[in-house]
């Protein structure tokens, strides 16, 4: 097992990435205060993971409450949320109640949103069992849900007590969601660490086929990456929005395609091809490494370009991104492979280039 | 113009209270870093207070959205919310952009949860306009909405980023809940400052006339009190349940008989009524005491008692009060005036002599 932190004061907390971890429940029980915890899970891993991790914290003398959801990103909403809060309340689910989530990216941040807001926060621990959210959403605190106008548009920055990811339960992980994984594992890499960029490139391969040594590595750089930026700027006044290449192409193109239909490491793929695109436009990123980034890309069998989608409906998605500042939006680029800025002065005939040619 | 401060660290705030401060545009635009505001109010306070606010913040060169919604605790739920998410989106609010409450308690907490909410937060102020929103709302960072199952279930702490409390507001503010407003004035008072709660018995009939300067010295008073203490303990784990007097009885009430029909002032006047009775039946406060408290409610047109709820029900609604820990209801009580304990150990038969001699 490996353990990281994310330094942030008071709120600071625990990484641990290993095989078999879920069978620990000591390893979740210890950071559980009250007697209760409600397990937040959905129809799809439930069945594969719930009982077992139950039946491990009810060893370790705590009641546990099983509240199971629909699978998808497009229940990420409201209704959604509010079946947490249903079930939490008949439990009579008291402010000692920790909440675990079990799965993906779209469990996390709905437990973790429910965990933020119900009785007006309750503790919860991340328990992920996909790569996305083994790499990406489990780690930093952003919850949310998404509203017809926009991804992620309500929630809240709530940190957990713990994040415990089990790599074993990456084996029954559907194909497609393993590379829309990896697309926020080469994120990582060239946002901060041409090493590790070049690590990926050079074991793509054994990434795909499931290696669990190769997707420890991948795991444990991409969580250090990550906690670095997030314990320098929290609530993404500065830094953190680096976190967001590719995501305001992405969250464009999962706005515009309906929520699911892309996976959000496919819109984000497509969405770092874009903005290395653009890099090359405005010449701070040369042609040959807009090709690797491209070339790794498809490696992973990830898309590279938008699906069609008209040019006034894209523009208009794109502004209004959360990281928009007075209006403007500002742009994650690259300088280089593991050397991304933030830039808001992006010229329009560059944008409508990009988007151009990716339509 | 008489100026408090919350201690709360990096989140410490003032509360501003005086005559005419609605016209004091400036008071409110120092705290506002971006170009835009978007002021919540309700259909009620709109009409009086609305356009004077503007005016001043279009004449610093704001830019402001208006968000009004309808009035009452029954709107205080996720569908009035998602009207403010909905025109927040509309109107393309960025994070840079200041909410503004404009109104009284459910005003204050529907904005300060979108607020907290919305892309993850932006900054609010707070404004309020009743009595109640002045002395105790509006202060502290508790926002919420309903849930079916129970009043304020989901929520944040979230700290405004200032108060600006006008007390000329209260001039229109209809009989009813200028009578509502004073019971947190009273629990302020039975908390912890006796001399506060003889100052109240001794001007409540200037408080009942408007009279500003009694109105100015109620309101400080109790702000000083309230800040005092949330500043012990900001997220509620200790000391700060200390201001739920009356609250636990109260919004039993309020839930059992549907939010809105009776005031949220009202049900914890009864509430203090009843944890003034529950804790003379415990032995720890004299009858005299009680009857001091009975008067000084009876004196400003509050009730004293709970309408008909059967006990069965009135015992379930108390048992999901938030401030329950493993499954033990906590009251707030009084061992004399201006001195309140929490206590978890009542006795089922102490408890059901309160709820059967109020129903």
Redesign the interface.
């Known amino acids: 097992m490996q353990t990281l932190r994310v330094e942030l004061g008071s709120r600071a907390y625990p990484i641990h990435i290993g095989r078999g971890l879920l069978g620990r429940a000591d390893l979740l029980a210890q950071f559980i205060t ?2 209760r915890t409600a397990v937040v899970s959905n129809t799809t891993v439930a069945p594969l993971y719930l009982e077992p991790l139950v039946a491990g914290l009810t060893a370790c003398g705590l009641d546990v409450v099983r509240i199971i959801l629909p699978d998808g990103e497009t229940y990420k909403n ?1 209704g959604t949320l ?1 079946l947490i ?2 079930q939490l ?2 439990a ?1 689910c ?3 109640t920790t909440i675990i989530a079990l799965g993906g990216g779209v469990i996390g941040d709905l437990a973790g949103f429910a965990a ?6 309750v503790p919860y621990l991340q328990v992920p069992t996909t790569l996305l959210a083994q790499v990406d959403s489990s780690v930093g605190g ?3 849900i998404n ?1 017809p ?2 991804k ?6 709530y940190q957990p007590i713990a994040v415990v990811a089990d790599v074993n339960t990456l084996a029954t992980l559907p194909d497609r969601e393993l590379r829309a994984g990896l697309a926020e594992v080469i994120k990582h890499g060239l946002l901060t660490d041409l090493e590790f960029f070049e690590w990926i490139e050079a074991n793509i391969d054994q990434l795909l086929a499931r290696d669990t040594e190769a997707l420890t590595h991948a795991v444990h750089r991409s969580c250090a990456i990550k906690a670095q930026i997030v314990a320098l700027d929290e ?2 006044t500065g830094t953190r929005a680096l976190l967001n290449l590719g995501h305001t192409f992405g969250h464009a193109i999962e706005t515009a395609m309906g929520y699911g239909v892309w996976l959000h490491g496919e819109a984000v793929a497509a969405g770092i091809a874009m903005a290395a695109d653009l890099s090359r436009r405005l010449g701070i990123l040369s042609e040959a490494d807009l090709r690797r980034v491209i070339s790794v890309l498809e490696r992973a069998g990830l898309p590279v370009s938008a699906p069609a989608i008209a040019l006034p409906r894209f523009i208009e998605l794109i ?2 991104d ?1 990281k ?4 403007r939006v500002r742009f994650v680029l690259l300088e280089g492979l593991g050397s991304a800025i933030v830039r808001g002065d992006v010229p329009q005939d560059a944008l409508v280039g990009t988007l151009g040619a990716a339509g």
């Open positions: 009250g007697s409201w509010n809060y249903d309340l008949a009579r008291d402010r000692q933020a807001s119900y009785q007006r926060g952003k919850t949310a509203h106008g926009g992620n548009m309500i929630g809240a920055f609530r993404e502004s209004v959360k928009a500042a007075a209006g």
